[in-house]
């Protein structure tokens, strides 16, 4: 009897001192441009969904959008990593098919008007290794301006007649992305 109080002993300290070292784990202050996704449809009931962008929201803080996104240079939409973007059907970018997958969204913004670049790379780092080698679609998209300042980039999709908008937002700067079946 007191052998098996013993072991029964023994591994209660074992599984005690486990669990002490799990919960001595240290985790990482929160992200200073969190991530954050959109999907289409947003009804988060309709589980049907077209597309879905994951993407690290970039804040202004008091800097110029021309600061913290060169104009003329590619960017990868976001902040960290390079933005993610999921078709989960066949879909055009203009009047180039895009097929179903997951792929990099990068940007090449100016003054007037912005190309968006659809890119078969996936898991890169910013922009710093990007190749125009493996785009797969562009499509230059004008700027629009809005009333509203927004301090951290945004993006929400919208109905469009035969698919969806991508529509980003950042500081006064408005582009909307239209995606078509």
Request: proline letters at 5%; hydrophobic letters at 40%.
């Amino acid at each position: 009897m007191k052998k098996t109080t013993f072991i029964t002993t023994g591994l209660c300290s074992l599984t005690m001192l486990l669990c002490v070292d799990a919960n001595a784990q240290k985790f990482p202050d929160l992200d200073k441009s969190p991530m954050d996704a959109a999907w289409f449809p947003t009804d988060y009931k309709d589980s049907n969904k077209i597309a879905r962008v994951i993407y690290s929201r970039p804040q202004l803080k008091g800097r110029t959008l021309t600061e913290v996104v060169p104009q003329g240079k590619v960017w990868r939409t976001g902040a960290n990593e390079a933005n993610e973007i999921s078709l989960f059907t066949d879909m055009y970018l203009g009047k180039t098919k895009v097929p179903a997958g997951i792929y990099t969204l990068y940007t090449i913004p100016n003054e007037n008007e912005c190309v968006i670049i659809i890119n078969k790379d996936r898991n890169v780092w910013g922009a710093y290794t990007y190749n125009e080698k493996n785009d797969v679609a562009r499509l230059t998209v004008p700027v629009t301006l809005a009333d509203e300042y927004l301090d951290a980039l945004s993006m929400v999709f919208t109905k469009a007649d035969n698919g969806t908008v991508l529509n980003l937002g950042w500081d006064k700067v408005r582009l909307a992305i239209p995606f078509t079946k």
